[in-house]
């Protein structure tokens, strides 16, 4: 197989996702998608088992799935990750930054054409 036959796509660093603008971007596409909390590790889950593509960090090497379901933990936490504060701004932040890179994987997967402007 060749890699030119099959999409690729690159995890987000940890640097870009401590961007306070790309982390915002995020949200604001998560948050209007219509998910339900119970449902977000369901379809992150479906969006990169199911892909039929090539998952690689920033230098080439293939990324190691990890299990969706450890990462992401108690759904509950996609409500607190949802709430904004009195200025429509998230009201928390995210210390694991790996779950909010599954939620990016899910957007470049599914919704490219959304998760291309986290970083404009």
Known sequence: MKYDEKLIVFIVTIGVLNNPVYKKRL??????MGI???NWPNVIADAIYNFDGI???SNGIRWPIPDVDK???DPRWFSYYFEEDEKGDPHRDVIMLERLRLIDLFFKIKH?????H???
């Open 27 to 32: 949200w604001l596409a998560a948050r209007n």
């Open 36 to 38: 339900s909390r119970r």
């Open 55 to 57: 998952i690689l960090l």
């Open 71 to 73: 990462v992401l933990g």
């Open 112 to 116: 490219p054409e959304i998760a291309r």
């Open 118 to 120: 986290f970083s404009k």
